[in-house]
């Protein structure tokens, strides 16, 4: 074993794939790429999710109401540059080509090339002054059945990121 650097420890124990972010408010909408996120809860469906971008922030402790799109491996390139820029400047939606959709429960928009969008809803805020961690309930989920078997990415740092492999099946007593 080798000593490995506490800044890098993230890379070690990413989450799950990188997610689309989706807020709107006062009729505009926002995106921002997301990788710190997890599931909390199977039903109701909950998600703890730290929300960096201050845009985004602002948005999401105002309405308490976002669309988590998850992105498959084509849209990798865009989904970098997404988290790569400000939505307080520029429309996200228009610059990248991302197309918004109506959601159902809430007022952020789905993206239509996203393979999976889910409705939130902020369900607890105890953690947000502190981590910036927002626990979102899942109201809403929708999926594209015209992507199929959808890759998704995963980042380790530094503008590294890993694609899902082969999928292997295990025997298991959970449903």
Same mark, same amino acid.
């Given at each position: 074993?080798?000593?490995?650097?506490?800044?890098?420890?993230?890379? #070690?124990?990413?989450?799950?794939?990188? $997610?689309?972010?989706?807020? %709107? !408010? +006062?009729?505009?909408?926002? *995106?921002?790429?997301?990788?710190?996120?997890?599931?909390?809860?199977?039903?109701?469906?909950?998600?703890?999710?730290?929300?960096?971008?201050?845009?985004?922030?602002?948005? #999401?402790?105002?309405?308490?109401?976002? $669309?988590?799109?998850?992105? %498959? !491996? +084509?849209?990798?390139?865009? *989904?970098?540059?997404?988290?790569?820029?400000?939505?307080?400047?520029?429309?996200?939606?228009?610059?990248?080509?991302?197309?918004?959709?109506?959601?159902?429960?809430?007022?952020?928009?789905?993206?239509?090339?996203?393979?999976?969008?889910?409705?939130? !809803?902020?369900?607890?805020?105890?953690?947000?002054?502190?981590?910036?961690?927002?626990?979102?309930?899942?109201?809403?989920?929708?999926?594209?059945?015209?992507?199929?078997?959808?890759?998704?990415?995963?980042?380790?740092?530094?503008?590294?990121?890993?694609?899902?492999?082969?999928?292997?099946?295990?025997?298991?007593?959970?449903?």
């Amino acid at each position: 074993m080798k000593d490995f650097p506490l800044s890098r420890v993230y890379q #070690l124990l990413e989450p799950g794939p990188v $997610v689309l972010l989706t807020t %709107a !408010r +006062k009729g505009r909408a926002n *995106v921002m790429t997301m990788s710190w996120h997890m599931m909390v809860e199977f039903e109701p469906p909950l998600v703890a999710c730290v929300v960096g971008s201050a845009y985004s922030f602002e948005m #999401l402790r105002a309405t308490k109401e976002c $669309v988590i799109a998850i992105p %498959a !491996r +084509k849209l990798a390139s865009k *989904v970098v540059e997404v988290g790569n820029t400000s939505g307080r400047d520029i429309d996200k939606f228009e610059s990248f080509g991302l197309t918004p959709l109506p959601a159902k429960n809430v007022g952020a928009p789905l993206i239509k090339e996203c393979f999976a969008n889910l409705e939130c !809803r902020v369900s607890d805020t105890r953690e947000v002054n502190r981590y910036s961690m927002f626990i979102l309930e899942v109201v809403k989920a929708w999926i594209d059945p015209d992507q199929k078997r959808p890759k998704t990415i995963h980042h380790h740092g530094y503008g590294n990121f890993v694609v899902d492999g082969a999928e292997i099946s295990l025997k298991s007593r959970m449903r």
